[in-house]
């Protein structure tokens, strides 16, 4: 299959320089971007061996002796090309803080107490419908230092690749009504609203499973359209 | 037809789980060395530095660089010549250290079809990422030592006066060759990147 990648879907994406945002200030391009056409260096993109992702490594409660402290979550979702087709075979990277808003990183030095049973990052491959699964805790919120009082919602860190290296993507999934969204820079820097909503996962009652974990729904959309119109 | 997802920072905090190494109890699924066994071609090594508007080095920055091999096919479904007869894949990751330093091990990609099938001059594509970047940014490593930069479509969209800040200068240490790509957000040399 072949694919072309709109430049009008771009449109969805924030803009580089996002001043509320203060770290773009000083780390966006000031200078306008070369507008190119697409090669094969920009249609290709990797491929990974059978070993990329283990079994087990989509399920962040269980790489410690103990289980980590929180809610028990499900996320899950299917990954999609612009015409609505599935992204098969395509590798899914996260990373988050624990359940107090606490990341495992170094840097990450504000007091709420680490969990010896969790380190926040996992992988998953889609299978041949785009479907990827994984369990983990729900994050906590946490402050950072934009701005004075300021927390980031709760998000899942996400990192996908696609059918090529411009449909490559990190993005940030948040959790419905979470009260932060209005005062976050972060998720305020994607222009409309509609497209800021689509990184919000959704509630997934018929995903919960009883007394043990709720779910929640995260369907990713990359670049990309096939050459040829789907039938429907 | 779907919209795409937005993209968001890769934050500060990314190291753990896209670049561990050995500081974290996690698997690298990616590393900066590209070279297998059997990857025929020049082993080279591309090594720079990542820096802010204030000239200050960015030490929590995200490389990926995606190319070629040495006989210009990647590694890729969307490639449909003929795959190459190595495990040569071609994608790299890397975090900065402290000083926004990076380095990739790999081989010298060989040329590439480009428009109207005219063959571009070498060249790795690189992505940028770090806190304080909402979405990537691309740009092209080329090589100082090809002739062929002159004649390549891209280069040739950049202004004259730009085209420097993608092509990476030649040193030879131990006998290998060494290319110097430093990659500058803002200022004067600021490196030039792509709309894709």
Known sequence: MTFYFPAESLGAFPPRLYPDYKSTVKRSPTKPLIIIPHTLSELTGPVYGQDAVQPGDEDLTRQHAGEPLGERIIVHGHVLDEDGRPVPDTLVEIWQANACGRYIHVVDQHPAPLDPNFTGAGRAKTDANGYYKFVTVKPGPYPWGNHYNAWRPSHIHFSLFGHSFISRLVTQMYFPGDPLFPFDPIFNSVPDERARNRMISAFDLDATIPEWALAFRFDIVLRGRNQTPMER | ?196
């Open chain 2, 1 to 196: 037809m779907a919209e795409i997802t937005p993209s968001q920072t890769v934050g500060p905090y990314f190291a753990y789980g896209l670049t561990p190494r050995k500081n974290y109890d996690w698997k690298d699924t990616f590393g900066s060395d590209l070279v297998t066994a059997d990857a025929s071609g020049e082993r080279i090594r591309i090594e720079g530095q990542v820096f802010d508007g204030d000239g200050a080095p960015i030490n929590d920055c995200m490389l990926e660089i995606w190319q070629a091999d040495a006989q210009g096919r990647y590694a890729s479904p969307a490639d449909s010549r003929a795959r190459p007869n190595t495990a040569f894949q071609g994608f790299g990751r890397t975090p900065t250290d402290r000083d926004g330093r990076y380095v990739f091990d790999t081989i010298k990609p060989g040329r590439v079809p480009g428009l109207n099938d005219k063959m571009q001059a070498p060249h790795i594509v690189m992505a940028v990422f770090a806190r304080g970047m909402l979405r990537q940014s691309y740009t092209r490593i080329y090589f100082a030592d090809e002739a062929a930069n002159s004649e390549d479509a891209i280069l040739a969209l950049v202004p004259a006066e730009r085209r420097e800040t993608l092509i990476a200068p030649k040193s030879l240490r131990e006998g290998r060759a060494v290319y110097t790509f430093d990659v500058r957000m803002q200022g004067e040399a600021e490196t030039v990147f792509f709309e894709i």
